[in-house]
């Protein structure tokens, strides 16, 4: 049996319908009432991109240690903001951030991905199931914060799940085609996210699982050619999916430094300096470019120390220690992603979910679990306790692939739709309706998207911060806000611990600013106010005696001042 795409002309209208409101609502939230900012992170993706293209990402990683992170699919952002400035030459004029379209490059990619949510779902569970999940795709806040931006965070949800997909179809229906298609995407998710190196022991779990009665019986029978052709046929997988992921991370690399020997490496990570003491590496020509290498020691160094990333904050609660022998040293949260997932997860899908393992409870004796639902299940669990034990805790993104797993898996609940009871039924429909206001709620600012267990929204940094909340994505919003009121003044402490500050939208040096104007209200973000980029020291006095009384698209909060507190500010008391 072979995978099958091919559905009615009705339901191929409703799906793109479906996929034009999720393009629309990445679009216009992009766009209105002000043009999102580019966030801290996505003009070091795009140069990323650039140095793909130009075939100097090792070099690049040399010279500057952030940039040893670097992934051929970033190409693709400057690829697509040339296509669309040189295809629409009067987007040049619409007095945008420089880099801005190569968002849709990532637009381009989550809509491939809501494809092969509603695909696998329909092959699961039917094709209302797929359109469930679809709904639950482009419906979920993080999704859609996530789509406009330039970085890697979607283009490795949407590989990892495409490769996962072509694994169990591969295992489920073989043929050629699958084969291909499961080795090349298996490769091509190398070259988009570092946490696709994961998918290794994903797909042993799974096969194992998968074969494990066939397995059994043929070692209690001895049946001794069901062995060797179970042997023979996963050493021709394995070796075809080195030899083609080697192929393919050289292509995405062009081949740079590739076969450099281990020792000429200047590793960061304890763990790749480590292998480098043994003899018998040392010498050994690693036959994939330089850049990919470096990656995976900056991921582990990243992952062993927290560098590069904000402190994780979770609660209340900054995460650090201070070691007797090491000093301070940063230390995550083991339950962080899930108080994340809880708290920025729509409510209504995880009610979906919970739907979801009820169902599969109440149904486990009609199940092929290891056919079906551990393709679903296992590199959801796998990858929500890796990340969990991973120092670098700055946002729910970090857990973003699991999302599309999810959805398929909770769309399971509709699978015997005309035979639920009346009031089941309504309360799915009721469900979706919630997700949808939950949505709009946000329009257009989610990045910053927290479900209703945060009643008051301006106390959303007391639960998460980070780009959870405040990725610098909304300073169009700032600079319009201190433009209109010249009676707020905009705080902030610089790398250097340099205080600087902003009135009408001029800077101001502390000792310039005259107190004839009364400033009464203090605009600050909400990873200053918490700590978390700066000492968390400079503005304790304010969090522990004052609450916001407003917030600016969620990442600024407003804070009413007295005139004592503007001279002390000032240094003018």
Same mark, same amino acid.
């Given at each position: ?5 091919? @559905? ?71 690829? /697509? ?29 989550? =809509? ?71 080795? @090349? ?19 042993? #779990? ?8 066939? #397995? ?9 050619? =069901?062995?060797? &052709? /179970?042997?023979?046929?996963?050493? @021709? ?19 740079? &430094? ?93 009610? @979906? ?10 149904? &486990? ?97 007391? =639960? ?37 500050? /902003? ?19 203090? =605009? ?50």
């Amino acid at each position: 049996m072979k995978t099958r795409f091919n @559905f009615s002309k009705k339901h191929r209208f409703y799906l793109v319908i479906i996929l034009l409101i999720f393009m629309a609502l990445c679009v216009i939230s992009l766009f209105f009432p002000l043009p999102e900012s580019l966030n801290y992170d996505e003009g070091y993706h795009y140069e990323s991109g650039v140095e793909i293209l130009r075939g100097t990402a090792a070099k690049r990683g040399d010279d500057d240690i952030y940039h040893r992170n670097i992934m051929p699919a970033s190409a693709l952002h400057p690829l /697509v903001d040339q296509t669309i400035q040189n295809i629409f030459p009067i987007s040049k004029y619409l007095n945008l951030e420089n880099k801005f379209f190569g968002r849709f490059a990532t637009i381009i990619i989550s =809509v491939i991905l809501a494809i092969y949510v509603f695909i696998w779902s329909k092959q699961l569970y039917g094709v209302l199931a797929g359109f469930l999940a679809l709904i639950l795709y482009i419906l979920d806040p993080n999704i859609i914060g996530h789509s406009r931006i330039i970085t890697q965070d979607l283009f490795g949800a949407a590989s990892i799940f495409i490769a996962v997909y072509y694994f169990w179809s591969l295992l489920k229906f073989g043929g050629k085609k699958n084969l291909f298609l499961s080795i @090349f995407t298996f490769g091509v998710a190398q070259i988009c996210r570092l946490t696709a190196v994961y998918l290794v022991p994903i797909y042993i #779990i799974l096969g194992l699982g998968f074969y494990h009665r066939t #397995i059994i019986q043929a070692i209690q029978t001895q049946n001794i050619p =069901v062995i060797q &052709r /179970v042997i023979k046929r996963s050493i @021709f997988y394995i070796l075809a999916l080195i030899l083609s992921t080697i192929l393919i991370i050289n292509i995405g690399y062009s081949f740079e &430094r590739s076969g450099t020997q281990l020792q000429n490496y200047q590793f960061l990570s304890h763990s790749f300096k480590q292998l480098q003491t043994y003899p018998v590496l040392k010498s050994l020509s690693i036959p994939i470019p330089a850049a990919y290498l470096q990656a995976l020691d900056f991921g582990k160094y990243k992952q062993e120390t927290g560098f590069g990333s904000g402190m994780p904050y979770l609660l209340g609660q900054l995460g650090f220690i201070v070691d007797p022998v090491q000093g301070f040293k940063i230390k995550g949260f083991s339950q962080y992603f899930l108080i994340a997932f809880l708290y920025k997860v729509p409510i209504a899908t995880q009610i @979906f979910i919970w739907l979801g393992f009820i169902s599969l409870f109440l149904w &486990r004796k009609q199940l092929n679990f290891w056919q079906n639902e551990a393709f679903l299940i296992i590199p959801t669990v796998l990858y929500f306790i890796l990340m969990s034990f991973n120092t670098a805790q700055i946002g729910i993104r970090y857990i973003l692939m699991i999302f599309p797993f999810l959805f398929v898996f909770a769309s399971r609940i509709v699978t015997g739709w005309p035979a639920y009871k009346r009031a089941y039924r309504i309360l799915i429909i009721v469900l979706t309706f919630y997700l949808l206001i939950s949505n709009l709620s946000y329009f257009p600012h989610y990045i910053s998207y927290f479900n209703e267990l945060v009643i008051d929204r301006k106390m959303s940094y007391q =639960v998460l911060v980070d780009s959870n909340l405040d990725w610098g994505q909304n300073k169009n919003y700032l600079q319009d806000y201190l433009q209109k009121h010249p009676n707020a003044l905009f705080i902030r402490y610089d790398g250097d611990n340099k205080l600087n500050l /902003v009135i009408e939208n001029q800077k101001v040096a502390p000792s310039q600013v005259s107190l004839d104007n009364p400033i009464n209200l203090l =605009v600050i973000e909400a990873n200053q106010l918490i700590g978390i980029t700066t000492d968390s020291n400079h503005f304790y006095w304010l969090r522990s005696s004052r609450q916001p009384i407003d917030h600016l698209a969620y990442s600024y909060l407003i804070f009413k001042i007295s005139s004592q507190d503007a001279a002390n500010i000032f240094g003018k008391n």
